[in-house]
């Protein structure tokens, strides 16, 4: 079965630090990968996508994320994390035969000033 | 361009109670998935409805049902309330096909005493 593991539940960084937070995925062929940001109490805004091509992916508010197959993982990074980044980060995989979307349990980002 | 609504903002109820929760999708967007968050969990994906009908559904039991009408808005309505159906209702909308990307309400918090 599907599943999809965020390992770290909080991450504490400097504004102007560096950020990567993790996901893992289990499933056997292609995923479709997505990574987005909730803010409290609200809903989900989605940062980036990645369906094919390049491994690469860039997104909004200066996101990128990489996948990597034979890791079976697809890590949200950013080069310098600004105070409004502070939220709870979501990692959600699909594939083709399914319309379902199986989320990771998320990583809170706490930012200090 | 209108985003994803969703209507009642909080909704408070008591056990045995029925209860349901309304969505309006992006403009343009004609399929509606609905998503269940406990707290401190992701998103847990109830069902999806596309043409009016269910055409997947996710681990929840019969109390769960919904309707999607021809304007593609859609209800989730729950019956018999339990005190673990407290939680984030959230609405997704999306076009039809393969892969996609899901656009998130805000969502209704319901509470069950």
């Known amino acids: 079965a599907q599943s999809v593991t965020q390992p770290d539940i909080h991450i504490t960084v400097s504004e102007g630090a560096s950020l990567e937070l993790r996901c893992n995925y289990s499933?056997?062929?292609?995923?479709?990968l997505f990574w987005y940001v909730q803010s409290p109490g609200q809903g989900l805004q989605l940062l980036l996508k990645?369906?094919?091509?390049?491994?690469l992916v860039q997104g909004i508010k200066g996101f990128e994320a990489e996948f990597k197959r034979s890791q079976s993982s697809f890590n949200l990074r950013k080069p310098s994390v600004h105070w409004s980044d502070a939220a709870e980060y979501f990692c959600a995989v699909g594939h083709s035969g399914t319309y379902k979307y199986i989320f990771g349990t998320g990583t809170r980002l706490k930012v200090l000033a | 361009d209108a985003g994803v609504t969703q209507s009642p903002t909080h909704l408070i109820k008591t056990r045995g109670q029925q209860v349901t929760l309304r969505c309006s999708p992006k403009s343009g967007h004609d399929t509606v998935s609905w998503y269940q968050q406990a707290l401190g969990q992701g998103p847990q994906f109830i069902f999806q409805y596309y043409e009016e009908e269910e055409r997947q559904r996710g681990n929840f039991p019969d109390r769960f049902s919904g309707h999607q009408f021809p304007n593609y808005s859609s209800e989730l309505n729950v019956n018999a309330l339990l005190l673990g159906d407290s939680a984030l209702y959230l609405c997704?909308?999306?076009?039809?096909?393969?892969?996609?990307?899901?656009?998130f309400g805000p969502g209704t918090r319901l509470t069950v005493l």
């Open positions: 499933y056997g062929a292609t995923p479709y």
């Open positions: 990645y369906f094919s091509g390049d491994t």
């Open positions: 997704a909308s999306s076009f039809p096909g393969l892969p996609n990307e899901q656009f």
